[in-house]
């Protein structure tokens, strides 16, 4: 059976009520972010930077550019979860602020901002209590979203675009 490039660490299931023991192996995830999606392009030239990690898929530059733009929604996010009650979220199109110029840019500029964001949204994860990893908001798309699942989704978001990258570094021989 071929793996599906797509989910390289599998699909994440919204309908899962997740435990709070897993809240801060997914918190260390979090923080771990930017060294890992550092470490994950590190070496790469444009050439590579600009190769899709799937047929049909966004390049790797696009990818991390895309992990900047869909984190920094989300860290706003949970701020708005924990200073409204149940407020609702705008979605973005990921695929279309894909294609815009920023997208185009090198990575660094990406790679400076998660070192910055991922450090502040670590903070706020480490400082809930229990009644806070319980406050909501709503995506018109997904529905009612607690902290605790957002930051379950985003420890998922974040291993599987890094695997995304890694993956193809080791599909196509590019390890260092």
Known sequence: MTPDLRYPVGTFDYSVVPAPELRQP?????AALPARMR???NGLDD????TPYRHGGWTVRQVVHHVVDSHANGFLRTKFGLTEDTPTIK???EKTWATLADSR???DASLAILDGLHARWAEIWRSLDNAQFLRTFVHPEIGIVTLEKQLQGYAWHSRHHVAHITELRRREGWLR
């Open 26 to 30: 997914a918190i260390a995830t979090m």
């Open 39 to 41: 470490d994950a392009v």
């Open 47 to 50: 050439r590579q930077l600009d």
């Open 91 to 93: 979605p973005y199109d």
């Open 105 to 107: 840019m090198p990575v």
